[in-house]
């Protein structure tokens, strides 16, 4: 979930925006635990609540070397991380898919390298399949979690393709995301946000 | 995916097509390839012809100690197989959330406690939410393998808990189940019973 800081990759208009320095006394997050952690506890709210059935994905494990300390129990003694195939999140809501992509973002600007292009690709493929598919994107410095519709997503993403910028400003967000009332119960109001941004697609 | 053997499990009806023992020469499947690996390659397929998105999750795991190497490059030297929350797979298919369990049967009957109880939980929320979602199951020693609704799967196991059978034989997924077609591309052709099964539900 953590990222990476962009590469210095600046532009005339946003120089004096961004920073390669690390914001001092950087928290994961301000939501008092780590966004990860406040997307799941929000999605266990949910299914409490039977308002939604979402879950994270695990992630995915290339298991080497299988070791049997007893009969029964398996001890996993070699294994490494693997790329996603898809997304973090995905699942059922108000009748729809819903599959979406998390990241926390410790810089001003989010930088395409820390989305593998297979995954935005595949976030095109669920919206054109009739699901919902977005961005849930922190950040930390401003302690603000934006929904960023797939169509702006692709939108920028195309731009970067075609020698555009490699990364999208915070402003950006503000103008064309959805912002996520933050609070206890749940942790992150994303829900409440599909329905204003999708109401036309459930009421259809 | 390899489920363990009934324990005894029998009742006077079905007394003599059970079978304690193996049956000879048991091959994982005779679908050419593991159960699992036939649905990974028809998802692959539907993918590819853009028919469907659908993808396995992946197996979760207990990472409990990562050693590092070299610099970025994590090796995890200590984890544990960890119990699935939800079910094996889902997706979207014709604009709809669509989720299910797969299961290789290796014997005449198919016992409950192949399953976990909150996989057929899941399975319900998923229908109420309104989802697709059932239980895919190939009984190897038949080379055959169905689509049990969510509805049947429900019932017999709230029979199994009061007091009914811990299991449902064979000739129950043969008379209210959907045989799936076996072939080379796709191997398992699952989704065109999904439109016979479901063809009111997406006309609606």
Redesign the interface.
């Known amino acids: 979930m953590q990222i990476k800081y962009p590469n210095g990759q600046k532009s005339k208009i946003t120089q004096n925006e961004t920073s390669q320095k690390k914001p001092k006394n950087l928290k994961k997050s301000h939501l008092g635990v780590s966004f990860e952690d406040a997307i799941n506890e929000s999605n266990k709210f949910y299914l409490e609540n039977?308002r939604?059935?979402i879950?994270k994905?695990?992630?995915?494990?290339q298991?080497v070397k299988v070791e049997y300390p007893s009969r029964n129990k398996?001890?996993?003694?070699?294994?490494?991380?693997?790329t996603?195939?898809?997304t973090d999140y995905?699942?059922?809501?108000?009748?729809?898919?819903i599959?979406f992509e998390a990241k926390s973002c410790h810089e001003k600007r989010f930088a395409f390298k820390n989305i593998y292009s297979h995954q935005i690709e595949?976030l095109r493929?669920?919206k054109?399949?009739?699901?919902i598919s977005f961005l849930l994107i922190e950040f930390s410095i401003y302690n603000r979690v934006f929904i960023f519709p797939v169509e702006s997503l692709l939108k920028y993403y195309e731009l970067s393709l075609n020698g555009g910028e490699k990364s999208i400003p915070f402003e950006i967000f503000e103008r064309e995301g959805y912002e996520v009332k933050i609070g206890f119960r749940p942790r992150l109001f994303y829900l409440d946000e599909i329905d204003t941004i999708y109401a036309d697609f459930f009421n259809k």
């Open positions: 039977n939604a059935v879950y994905k695990p992630t995915p494990i298991i398996a001890k996993i003694s070699e294994a490494y991380y693997k996603p195939s898809t995905n699942g059922i809501y108000r009748g729809k898919y599959d595949h493929k669920i054109e399949h009739g699901g």
